[in-house]
């Protein structure tokens, strides 16, 4: 049994973590949430804080983002991290790491980082999803963009982000 499964009244228990520094998170990054859980019985929602990136919002308003966005689905942990992905895996016991892909350049990166993390740990796993179509345009970076320069961005970021904001 791999270190993410444990029994559960006969069946498969399994955990999942979605990891990213959602700045913020967008109505892109819940559609792979949502679709994370229809796959897994758990996604642990891990929000790095990359202090290199030099992030828009403090980790602690985009960590409580997170948990505000996905307040209402019960497969849902959020957590804040400061540390490689792949130990973070490790101490949870968790072997699947979902990572989300809008584009081929997107794919070029994330390619390249599922490959580094399994050189690390050779039991990790990584599920790459596609958001739907209606949120394939959907990033972070365009969303500061639009808050830079005033611009609406409403439509972009869950519902519970803007009365957080």
């Known amino acids: 049994m791999q270190n993410n499964e444990k029994t559960n009244n006969g069946g498969t228990y399994k955990k999942a973590i ?33 202090e290199r990136k030099n992030p828009m919002f403090s980790h602690e308003q985009r ?20 540390t490689l992905l792949v130990e973070l895996a490790t ?4 072997n699947t790491i979902i990572r989300g892909l809008r584009a081929v350049s ?12 399994s050189s690390i740990n050779k039991d990790l796993e990584t599920l790459y999803l596609m958001p739907t179509l209606k949120n394939a345009f959907v990033s972070s970076t ?16 869950p519902k519970e982000v803007l009365k957080c904001m």
């Open 18 to 50: 979605y990891s990213g520094t959602f700045d913020p998170i967008t109505n892109g990054h819940m559609d792979i949430v949502r679709r994370a859980t229809s796959i897994f019985e758990e996604v642990v929602v891990a929000v790095a804080k990359s």
């Open 63 to 82: 960590v409580n983002f997170a948990k505000e966005a996905t307040k209402d689905l019960e497969k849902v942990t959020v957590i804040g991290f400061d």
């Open 91 to 94: 101490q949870m016991k968790i």
């Open 106 to 117: 997107d794919f070029e990166y994330e390619l390249q980082m599922g490959y580094a993390n």
């Open 142 to 157: 365009i969303v500061r963009e639009l808050i830079v320069f005033n611009g609406s961005f409403c439509h972009l970021v």
